[in-house]
């Protein structure tokens, strides 16, 4: 089954699942905020936007949804002021992807779990990607892994988190497939992103571990970069149909990255739910996958409590993937 095929049947699945569009009854918060936990630019910003633009043209918010930066920790700082000071607080939603949930397996957000929030929704899949400079000497992932096992000092490359982060891991799984100690790995941490993206134009690091979305919009707007791979199982539709995979140039790894969204424990049962039918209104919406295709993102509807079980066996796995690279888990 083709990608494309595969995208529709999870979307018509989970469109049959969520049943006919629901009614909005439940008041809407006061002033509707996404944080984004992290600098401008990078995926998160990404997840906020589109829920921005997808709640207010399928009409299920009336005010603008507002996107605000918390950045600290690749998520911990925003995870820890909602668990620990913004409980209650019906108006936010903060976004989340699997480096969150990959982070929250390592215990990396403190004392919290997985269950310290109610998970509301994802609005969409992306997809981890090494980038370079356009220009780059590496043509193929092949090259680049060669150069590191060549040299590992020669190359240096940068990610958003520290050691155990998505990241990371993408470039460790990346060396571990080359036959390289991805422990002699010349690593450079970044808070997000965006902000990897910005040293690589400089020159201050050889390739980033980043993510087609964000990477893609840096391309679309001028960035002079290139996706050197994507860690899908096939290439992906579209525009994104030029650039190869790892597994076709030799390296067997996928790397999905869910996008969604989370409100805090305290958050009463009917804004909760006000807010996961919000987002079953707008994932329906004739505006969400053109929406989707503008973020170069992919469906992963989920809301509610099927959102839950999701994050749950998530958080299961990525504990097994980080035990498996040496890394400490909760």
């Known amino acids: 089954m083709t990608f494309v095929a595969r995208a529709v049947l999870t979307a018509a699945i989970s469109s049959a699942a969520l049943g006919s569009t629901p009614a909005i009854s439940l008041a809407e918060p006061n002033n509707p905020e996404c944080i984004a936990p992290a600098q401008p630019g990078g995926g998160f910003d990404i997840t ?28 911990a700082v925003a995870y820890n002021a909602i668990v620990g000071n913004r409980r209650d607080e019906p108006n936010i939603i903060v976004a989340f992807s699997a480096g969150s949930l990959l982070n929250l397996a390592q215990g990396k957000f403190g004392d919290y779990t997985e269950k310290d929030v109610r998970w509301v929704a994802s609005i969409g899949t992306d997809y981890g990607a090494v980038v370079t400079r356009a220009d780059s000497e590496y043509k193929t992932l092949g090259d680049l892994m060669s150069a590191i096992k060549n040299d590992p000092t020669s190359v240096i490359i940068g990610a958003g988190g520290t050691i155990g982060s998505q990241d990371w891991m993408k470039a460790a799984m990346a060396a571990r497939a080359a036959g390289i100690d991805y422990k002699t790995m010349r690593f450079v941490a970044f808070e997000g992103g965006g902000d990897c993206a910005i040293a690589l134009q400089g020159g201050h690091v050889h390739v980033c571990m980043n993510d087609v979305g964000d990477s893609q919009a840096a391309i679309d707007g001028g960035a002079p970069l290139k996706l050197l791979a994507i860690f899908s199982e096939e290439r992906l539709p579209g525009k994104l149909a030029q650039s190869p995979t790892a597994k076709e140039q030799g390296f067997d790894i996928q790397w999905p990255i869910v996008r969604g969204f989370y409100v805090g424990p305290d958050v009463s049962d009917a804004d909760y ?7 079953a209104t707008a994932i329906k919406s004739p505006g969400y996958a053109a929406a989707l295709e503008q973020k170069n993102l992919f469906p992963l509807p989920m809301t509610g409590e099927e959102t839950t079980a999701f994050v749950e066996k998530q958080v299961a796995a990525y504990k097994k993937l980080a035990s498996d690279f040496g890394l400490a888990t909760k």
Do not use: H, N
């Not at 906020?48 to 930066?69: D, F, H, I, M, N």
């Not at 739910?273 to 987002?279: G, M, R």
């Open 48 to 75: 906020c936007k589109l829920a921005q633009a997808t709640l207010q043209e399928s009409g299920a918010v009336k005010s603008p949804v507002r996107v605000s930066y918390m950045p600290g920790g690749i998520g």
């Open 273 to 279: 739910k006000w807010w996961a039918d919000s987002f």
